[in-house]
Each structure stands twice: as C-alpha cells, then as structure tokens.
C-alpha cells in the first residue's frame, strides 16, 4: 500500500503569515485598487500589438532588458547602469530584499504604510522593525534617524506618496535618513514611489553612486500598464549589479519589455491624464473636507484616506450595497473607521460622492 501523502508545512516563520489580498467585487464603481481609470491610449497599444507579432516567441527575451533600460535612463536622465526592471515594484522590493534582507539583518518600515514592505520582509526571513508615524501619519525625522542608529537596518523603506495615507515624505527627512544610514555603513534607503508622478515632489534626483538610495517606481498607476507588470527602480550602479546576480533569469518577458519601452514615446498622453486625476483628486479631497463626519487626509497620490465618525466597517458595507467598492481600512491598526478611495473618472467620483452622502446620513449620528 502506498503512504498516504500529507499536508506538508511551510517555514516555521511562514505558518502564521497571512497572504496580501486586496477583495474584488462585482460593483458598479471599483476605486480600492488605486489602477488608472483609463486604458492605455489606442495607439500605444497598436503599437504595441504591431512590434509584439514580430518577436520570436520560441526565444527567451533579452535578460538584461537593454533597451526597455536605456529608454527609460534617457527618460529619466540617469545612466543605463542605475535602472532595473521587474514584474512590477513589488519584485523589485522582493529582490532587493533577496539581496540585501535575510535572516542576520534586519528592515525598518514606519507604519501605517505599503504591507508589502513587511510582508516581503517577512516572506524573505527579514526581522522588521516597525517605527511609528506622526498622527498626521508624516515620519518624524529625529524619531526615524533614531531608530536607524539603533537597530543598524539593512534596508529602510520609506513610501512617498505614502500608502494608504497619501502623505509625502520632505526631502530633508529623506537626506537625513541616507546620511544616518550611510554613517551605519550598512544599510539602503528605499523611497517607494509608486504614485510619485501625481506628488509634487521626487527623491530621484538624489539617486547617486556615492548615496545608499533606491527610488522604486512602476508602470501601474501612471501608465495604465497594471495588466503587463513593470517597474523599476533607479538605484546606485552596484546595487543594480548586485540584483541582477539575485533576479531569476529571464524573468521579464519580451510583451512587458516592449510594453515599457514604447509607452514612452506617449508622455503627452500619459501627462494629460496625471493633469487630470490630480484635478479629480483635488475635487475629491475639497467636497470630503465639507462633508460632516469625514475627515481626509492631505494625499499627493492617485488616492484619498478618510477616516469616518461612527463605524466605517459598515460604512463600507453600505457603499459596496450602492455598487461603489473603496478599500477597507477600518479595522487596520492605526487606522481606525479609514477607508481609501481610488481616484476614477469624474463620473465615478460623483457616484462615490453621492452613495457616501447617502451613507452617512445611515451610518452617523
């Protein structure tokens, strides 16, 4: 008689981990994943489909990603040598943490922010430290400066625009962080700026060989590209030389790397739509803070944080009743009664508006 197979566990550090979900509905208005609300514009795509019917498809796609890299250095003004590209931010992040994390060294993340930072961690055998956030949910600079001359991380992650609060991170609490981390002679900072075309500001441009900063970006938000999974990151050279060591081979298949590459050339388009969901995200923001029993918070991204009086796990459910689906923060530590709502078109917008108006009149007293 065979043996009977059974169940057979993961690490004993995994067993109790939870998976990152984000619930899709079927409603009529979905804002809780912070996607474009608009397509990738109709001749990006035939463009795409035209150079896509020319790839050999029983050849493995270039490794290095040499021309989606050198396209997008020339875009940001950066040498070829500092950018790398993955299956969307969030393998970047795995990989630097492949790279840099393990079980000997340790991350630091000030919360509330993007779970996957200490998920990743987590997932990897990486000890996290967790920093707290000001009640406006900004990082405290000494606070932050602190903890990093404390427990010596190898990585420090810091979100800018935050997720989910929408908060920015000043420059000078990023300088400081690479000054504190770079006096360690140990350690990365890593500014995620996945929704950092729609902020005012950027860490970008402090990127520098002689500097421990890794600025993360994608392809999602912006440039309507969720589907295909691209992003990046711009890093000093010897960083990109060590992940490319960690990165699985051939890991970015040649429809992304075309993808990428050729969404470029669609800047005005793309800088259009920024233009108008900031705008949309502004009208937003102005009718929440008139709104009795809402407050929002300041947001320099694609999204807006509310926390509402009374219960917000049922202002949820009822506006999931009324076909408009938010993400559901309510019962997340730090964030009590939050829910985040995704900017959409102007339509979707006001039907968020008006079923929220409906709510509160329900929910609140």
């Known amino acids: 008689m065979r043996p009977v197979a059974v169940p057979v566990p993961p690490r004993d550090d995994l067993q109790s981990l939870e998976g990152y979900h984000s619930p899709q509905l079927n409603v009529r208005v979905r804002l809780n994943t912070n996607e474009s609300p608009y397509p990738p514009p109709p001749a990006f795509v035939a463009a795409w ?20 890299r050198a396209a997008l250095a020339a875009r940001l003004g950066q040498p070829v040598e500092r950018v790398f590209c993955a299956n969307g931010s969030n393998e970047v992040l795995q990989t630097l943490l492949l790279t840099y994390g393990g079980a000997s060294r340790r991350a630091l993340a000030f919360e509330p922010t993007y779970a996957l930072h200490s998920h990743i961690a987590r997932v990897t055998g990486t000890p996290i430290a967790e920093g707290e956030r000001r009640p406006d949910f900004t990082v405290d600079r000494d606070v932050a400066t602190g903890m990093v001359e404390r427990h010596t991380p190898s990585i420090v992650f810091t979100c800018s625009p935050n997720n989910p609060t929408g908060t920015l991170d000043a420059p000078e609490t990023v300088e400081a962080l690479v000054d504190a981390v770079a006096a360690t002679g140990r350690g990365l900072v890593v500014v995620d700026e996945a929704y950092g075309e729609f902020a005012p500001r950027t860490a970008l441009d402090l990127v520098a060989d002689d500097r421990p900063l890794v600025v993360v970006r994608t392809y999602s938000k912006v440039w309507s590209m969720a589907a295909l999974r691209l992003g990046f990151c711009v890093a000093p050279t010897w960083v990109v030389e060590e992940l490319e060591k960690v990165v699985l081979p051939y890991h970015l298949g040649a429809p992304t790397q075309i993808a990428g590459r050729l969404a470029l050339r669609f800047e005005t388009e793309m800088r259009a739509r920024v233009d108008e969901l900031v705008r949309e995200r502004d009208r937003l923001l102005d009718a929440l803070e008139r709104r009795p029993g809402v407050t929002p918070y300041p947001s320099g991204a694609n999204f807006v944080l509310f926390r509402v009086e009374g219960d917000g796990q049922r202002v949820w459910e009822r506006l999931v009743a009324r076909g408009v689906l938010v993400r559901n923060f309510a019962r997340w530590p730090r964030l009590h009664d939050c829910l985040r709502v995704s900017i959409g078109t102007h339509d979707e917008n006001d039907a968020f508006l008006a079923a929220l108006a409906e709510v509160l009149t329900e929910v609140v007293t």
Not at 50 to 66: F, G, K, N, Q, W
């Open 49 to 68: 489909l035209e150079e896509l019917a020319t790839v050999p498809l029983h050849r493995y796609p270039d490794r290095r990603a040499h021309d989606l």
